[in-house]
């Protein structure tokens, strides 16, 4: 980010007048420092540790065949983005020496060796606990020591190649305009045979050729231009004793395998008796967030008596286990996994989980026929009886979807050759590693369909290829897309293989992967965006493919393409549900003891329990008065899929002392305003701050938009298209301080972009600014709430510990000083504002309470009240939650799941 242009400019004329009377002095004392940078240069080292850089690189998932192919031959599906300065700066610092290192990294644990890795060394300094240290350390030496990774596995797939490993075919020609074989890799050093060999056994091809020394050449086909004049005389560099070609030579060997064989994706086309019997399915729902009604919807869509479902939540999601577990009593094929695991993103333990899940379901007295694994973002395209009628046809087959051809590159982006360690919730880079020989390498999508005796085979055999494969995806980045695939196409299971998961996602390359999940991993990944209501047409072009569920539907993002579906699916019935619009998404529960919340969150949900009771009292003319006593719950409202603001179910006690449950409806009121709608103004179509800016969506996962002083501001601006400008934006805090300027452009382009200010935390609480300008000239501007802190750590504040954290930071909040933007800013009454700041920096007690309140009264209204429960007849007027459509405690038919029908089967 470059600073302003302004600020440039008002500094110019100062400079101009300085230059003079100090170029003399620079002048005079330049040679005098030009001769003590000579005696300094002398004396230091010419030696430098050299590093390569680190890269973070996009991580394959699955994605449409088509849009893949074109990609690669693009050369441009997987270019790798840059880690963060943080991330980089760390990851460079040098290897320990010994056991001493001044910084005290190794306090508190004992590291087994020398660790010789600069990426362990950065995860160890990086990582919070010392239980993960030591765990960082312990892998790291483990791997110097060799005890971690096989060298090599077995391949006991029988479909071989025409000559076993190892086979000699002899020198053939090559062409430089019209390559014999596809793939090429250089190994300057370490090129021989068996390397060779290996490596294109590991990315699987069927043939090896080594060409002038050190070029190891891959393919499944050789030998179009014949042995004529072919003289393969050069030594290979890893050993001496054998030949590796020569000029536009390969001497061909044979890596013992065939081309990778697929029963292809199958069709939805056959005869009623193809499919008899019928197979029964495990559905494993893998479960993460607070989005329980949609997990209960999707549970409505694909639910039969016949089928078994396993759910899986989160260790660290108390409110859906806590709000799924009553389906165990009401369904009998329901149930929830009581060992569960932290799945973050790319992480081991993700894989961990399936293989207890697995374990746990082959123990239980379900007799089902394959797994099939879901998330809370799937959904059905089609109905259930096409996909069991579709896995009754090809019962016995494992269903997988591969990355494509270029296994080689897969790999790399993949960060297959990386160790990866799972702990303190992230994931850490430990540097680099050899896959082991012997065996083919794949991965894709992580969605899968396994039948039982495969499952079986996984959890119980003890075979070398099974015990190593999980020795080495332990430590593996995103291990449910590569284990799997992996294990099919090097066991006696090869000839099985699918090529279907059974998806389609909703893949957009150029928001989707813009780096993200750094705050979890050492590594860049790709995510895919939500289906929107204008995807309903690609949906249904899957009606004749054999692909029975889409990724991701989002209610959040987009409820009324799932209302599609469900008409789509299940008829007319859906049009007259009460509610179909409506959404609720809970994100705050009083009985969450583990899963703490937010200080920021939790002063604005206690600001607006008080504003309720006050509007109450006065609403009632003071007839219903009650004293509030704490938050129950909070719920984000959806209506049309436009934000709804917040529902705050809190208990209060009336003034004869009874116990009353009440449920406001709170809406943010917008503070954006175009001061001049002329010239670029004309563009702009709205400004919003906020913070958990989703690139992706292009949506505050704040929904909220609660803002306190250790939130990550982000200026959301939307323009039309027009002439490519660019725009100031200065951030004002509540004292009149001018915090940073910044300059962006704007594309011609109709676009919607974050723009995230560089900060110094805490930010002062109050009013802030954020003011957007044009060739010196405000045009727009939009304000913003940053809220005191009621409590820090759940701990209520005193004038010293308020202080703190409400009275901005130490220095500057960027860089520099913006003061000398005043004047075109137009910022007037400084000292005032910095007094009053000042003042409200220390409040405490019952005096923050009343700033808190009056700061969010400026920029939050309470829309509506309702009751729950039994109440005073003073307070009979309020009319009751249930009856109100808004509140949480309304219906909500689509996601309340009923008793099964004796007759279909289903719960729908």
């Not at 890269?55 to 065949?65: A, G, H, K, Q, Y």
């Amino acid at each position: 980010m470059a600073a302003s242009r302004i600020a440039s400019s008002r500094r110019l004329c100062c400079k101009y007048k300085c230059i003079f009377y100090v170029a003399f002095v620079i002048l005079c004392v330049q040679f005098f420092l030009y001769n003590i940078n000579i005696k300094e240069a002398d004396n230091s080292s010419d030696d430098r540790e050299s590093h390569e850089e680190v890269r973070d690189t996009r991580v394959l998932t699955e994605e449409d065949s088509e849009e893949k192919k074109q990609e690669d031959e693009d050369g441009n599906a997987n270019e790798g983005e840059d880690l963060s300065e943080e991330v980089l700066a760390s990851e460079e610092k040098l290897p320990n020496e010994g056991l001493g290192i001044k910084s005290g990294l190794l306090a508190g644990y004992a590291p087994p060796c020398k660790i010789e890795s600069a990426q362990a060394m950065s995860a160890i300094e990086r990582a919070t606990t010392r239980e993960c240290k030591q765990e960082i350390a312990d892998v790291a030496c483990g791997i110097q020591e060799g005890g971690v990774y096989p060298g090599s596995l077995p391949n006991t797939c029988h479909l071989k190649g025409n000559h076993s490993k190892g086979h000699y075919y002899g020198c053939y020609l090559d062409d430089a305009e019209d390559r014999d074989m596809t793939h090429q890799k250089t190994l300057p050093t370490e090129n021989w045979s068996q390397t060779c060999i290996d490596y294109c056994l590991q990315i699987g091809f069927r043939y090896a050729g080594l060409q002038y020394g050190r070029e190891c050449w891959c393919g499944n086909s050789f030998g179009k231009h014949g042995t004529t004049r072919a003289v393969c005389n050069q030594r290979c560099p890893g050993n001496s004793k054998e030949f590796c070609g020569g000029y536009l030579t390969n001497d061909v060997y044979s890596t013992g395998i065939q081309e990778r064989f697929s029963n292809g994706p199958g069709n939805l086309h056959f005869e009623e008796e193809d499919v008899r019997p019928k197979v029964r399915v495990l559905f494993v729902l893998t479960l993460n967030g607070r989005q329980v009604r949609q997990v209960r919807r999707l549970l409505k869509a694909i639910y039969h008596r016949d089928h078994f479902y396993l759910l899986h939540v989160d260790a660290r999601q108390e409110y859906l286990f806590r709000e799924l577990l009553p389906l165990e009593q009401l369904l009998s094929n329901v149930r929830l996994v009581r060992k569960r695991f932290a799945t973050i993103w790319g992480g081991a333990s993700l894989l961990d989980a399936h293989l207890h899940i697995i374990e746990e379901a082959l123990e239980m007295d379900w007799m089902w026929d394959y797994y099939v694994n879901l998330s809370e973002s799937d959904y059905p395209i089609k109905k259930l009886d096409s996909l069991v009628s579709y896995l009754s046809k090809y019962r016995g087959h494992i269903f997988l979807k591969s990355h494509g051809r270029n296994t080689s590159l897969f790999v790399r982006k993949q960060g297959l050759d990386q160790t990866f360690l799972q702990c303190d919730n992230h994931l850490w880079r430990l540097g680099t590693r050899t896959l082991p020989s012997g065996i083919q390498v794949d991965g894709g999508s992580d969605w899968v369909g396994l039948p039982r005796h495969f499952c079986l085979y996984v959890v119980t055999s003890k075979d070398k290829l099974l015990t190593g494969l999980k020795k080495l995806y332990k430590y593996t980045l995103l291990p449910v897309e590569s284990f799997f695939h992996t294990l099919l196409h090097n066991s006696h299971f090869c000839d099985k293989w699918m090529e279907n998961n059974l998806h389609v996602t909703n893949w957009n390359r150029k928001r989707g992967c813009k780096c993200q999940h750094k705050n979890v991993v050492d590594w860049c990944g790709c995510s895919p965006n939500d289906f929107l209501s204008q995807d309903l047409d690609r949906i249904l072009s899957y009606e004749v493919k054999p692909i029975f569920f889409g990724r991701k539907f989002e209610a959040t993002v987009n409820q009324d393409i799932i209302n599609s579906m469900d008409v789509y699916l299940f008829g007319n019935e859906m049009t007259d549900v009460t509610a179909l619009t409506s959404y609720w998404q809970n994100e705050y529960h009083h009985l969450d003891h583990h899963t703490g919340v937010d200080d920021t969150f939790l002063s604005f949900y206690l600001s607006f329990m008080r504003l309720t009771t006050t509007r109450l009292a006065a609403d009632t003319t003071g007839q219903c008065q009650v004293v509030p006593n704490k938050v129950l719950q909070v719920h984000l409202f959806q209506r049309g899929d436009r934000n709804q603001g917040l529902l705050v179910l809190f208990e209060t006690t009336s003034k004869e002392g009874t116990r009353l449950v009440l449920e406001s409806h709170m809406m943010l009121r917008q503070h954006y305003s175009v001061i001049n709608p002329t010239g670029p103004a004309g563009r702009l179509i709205n400004l919003e701050v906020g913070s958990d800016f989703d690139l992706k969506e292009a949506i505050f996962r704040n929904y909220g938009q609660l803002l306190g002083p250790y939130s990550d501001l982000v200026l959301r601006h939307t323009w039309g298209p027009g002439t490519p400008l660019v725009v100031s934006i200065a951030w004002i805090d509540p004292a009149k301080v001018i915090a940073a300027s910044y300059d962006i452009n704007i594309t011609s382009e109709g676009q919607i972009g974050p723009f995230k200010p560089q900060l110094k935390q805490p930010l002062r609480p109050g009013v802030w600014a954020c003011v957007l300008m044009y060739r010196y000239e405000v045009i727009a501007q939009v304000n913003f709430l940053v809220l005191p802190l009621a409590v820090f750590r759940g701990n209520p504040l005193d004038s010293r510990k308020a202080g703190l954290h409400h009275n901005g930071p130490i220095g500057y909040y960027a860089k520099q000083d913006f003061s000398e933007f005043e004047e075109v800013l137009r910022v007037t009454s400084v000292r005032e504002a910095r007094a009053a700041a000042d003042e409200n920096g220390h409040k405490h007690g019952r005096a923050l309470e009343e700033w808190t309140d009056s700061l969010c009264a400026e920029f939050w209204s309470v829309q509506d009240t309702c009751r729950t429960g039994a109440v005073s007849s003073n307070c009979a007027s309020v009319k009751k939650c249930e009856e109100s459509p808004w509140s949480s405690l309304s219906p909500d038919p689509k996601s309340t799941i009923t008793a099964v029908n004796p007759i279909t089967g289903l719960i729908r």
